[in-house]
């Protein structure tokens, strides 16, 4: 007997934007970072959740190339093979590869849920911060207290609470999160050559966020308010992993 269901939520975007100093943009390759959704998913498996994966259109998603290097796994090859299994595991048993557009969730249909996850990749820069269906289904969870776990950034998705029909505001104005920090994307800009437009962390301040970035939330610690647990990069996963289903059963 399944424990509940988790809903998972993942951009459609395969691209972000590297602002060159000649002026010119070019469009990196992006997608989900393949660690930082498939630890905690495989966690909340294992807990005995359903899970069900949305979009904002339902297009399959792509998985950040960058993720897919042993660097990430810091050569434990056996690790990055797990995790891709899972995800190849995922394909056949569930909907990962046509996930459920975000229209199509109705509000009745949110009460089934026991909490939302959303991993990182620079994809959610691109389309889930002004999405107002997802501004929708995350307030479900924030009005009703639901375990609501993000990463790197993901917690961009969070803004979206702004844009949906009828909202008060940013939902999530004086909570404790931890998002990729400015300084780490600093260090992506220098690897690309160019300014990434979308910081996270200065994005989620300037509506009010009480961002935590100390150096220990860097080495993999997490940031608990409220029904949100977050955490800043790959380091975090199973961190965070083990705390959203400790959460999820507490509801």
């Not at 993720?67 to 093979?81: A, D, T």
């Not at 909490?115 to 959610?124: D, L, T």
Request: hydrophobic share 40%; charged share 25%.
């Amino acid at each position: 007997m399944s424990a509940g269901k988790v809903l998972i939520i993942l951009s459609d975007a395969d691209k972000f934007p590297v602002h060159k100093p000649d002026g010119s943009v070019t469009q990196e390759d992006t997608g989900v970072f393949l660690t930082e959704l498939a630890k905690p998913l495989g966690q909340i498996l294992d807990a005995g959740y359903e899970v069900v994966f949305a979009s904002p259109t339902g297009k399959s998603p792509s998985v950040d190339p960058l993720s897919e290097s042993l660097l990430v796994y810091f050569g434990n090859w056996w690790s990055k093979r797990k995790d891709q299994e899972l995800l190849k595991r995922m394909e056949i048993e569930n909907n990962i590869r046509s996930p459920r557009p975000f229209g199509s969730i109705t509000d009745e249909e949110l009460k089934s849920f026991a909490g939302v996850f959303i991993p990182g990749g620079h994809a959610p820069i691109s389309d889930l911060g002004n999405n107002p269906d997802l501004g929708r289904i995350l307030l479900h969870f924030h009005n009703e207290h639901k375990a609501t776990a993000v990463i790197c950034h993901g917690p961009y998705a969070l803004l979206s609470t702004k844009y949906a029909p009828n909202s008060p505001g940013f939902a999530y104005k004086g909570y404790k999160l931890t998002s990729w920090s400015d300084a780490e994307e600093q260090l992506v800009e220098k690897m690309k050559g160019g300014e990434v437009p979308v910081k996270v962390e200065s994005a989620l301040a300037a509506e009010g966020a009480e961002m935590v970035t100390t150096t220990s939330k860097k080495l993999g610690d997490i940031t608990v308010d409220r029904e949100v647990v977050s955490g800043a990069n790959p380091m975090a996963v199973n961190a965070l992993g083990s705390k959203f289903v400790e959460m999820l059963k507490a509801h």
